[in-house]
């Protein structure tokens, strides 16, 4: 078995979409980057990379390549996916935290939970996304941008558990 962990944080500005875990959030701001930013998607691809060395996700879809402007991140979390199977592994669970000041997200949680397990070819029930604020304190806090911690099982696809092979 293999475990990663994964962290992203982008910043809160106007006129941006806020999208977590491939679902769009209503809110008056969204996050700042490259491709849609969705920070959560991203802690998520960097913690299933990382359980098998196989670098970040700025190694993988780098933002000073135009192919990834505005680039949906779960198209991007489907492409990681296929190289976990590429290397003979499957994920067992992922359990994600967002650290957000605002917008509230439990209401947004099941969906978000729906969509990351499509795109990781599992069950919703081993995705657990969590959401929490730091009480006004750090950048969060102050609603500067929005955080994301994930890690990762991988175990072999194999049925008899032996990864040698790979």
Do not use: W
């Not at 849609?36 to 990382?50: E, Q």
């Amino acid at each position: 078995m293999r475990i990663g962990h994964g962290y992203d944080v982008h910043r809160l500005q106007e006129g941006r979409a806020l999208i977590l875990g491939g679902v769009p959030i209503p809110f008056s701001l969204g996050l700042l980057g490259h491709s849609d930013a969705d920070v959560l998607t991203h802690a998520i691809m960097d913690s299933l990379l990382g359980a098998l060395a196989l670098g970040d996700i700025g190694a993988h879809f780098p933002d000073t390549d135009e192919a990834y402007r505005g680039a949906d991140s779960i198209r991007l979390l489907e492409h990681v996916v296929r190289l976990i199977a590429q290397k003979g592994y499957r994920i067992s669970n992922i359990d994600a935290t967002v650290i957000a000041q605002q917008p509230k997200l439990g209401p947004h949680i099941p969906a978000m939970r729906s969509r990351l397990a499509q795109a990781c070819c599992v069950q919703p029930d081993q995705i657990s996304v969590k959401a929490t604020t730091e009480e006004h304190l750090g950048f969060t806090g102050a609603l500067e941008g929005i955080s994301a911690h994930a890690v990762c099982l991988l175990e072999p696809s194999d049925a008899s558990g032996d990864s040698a092979a790979f």
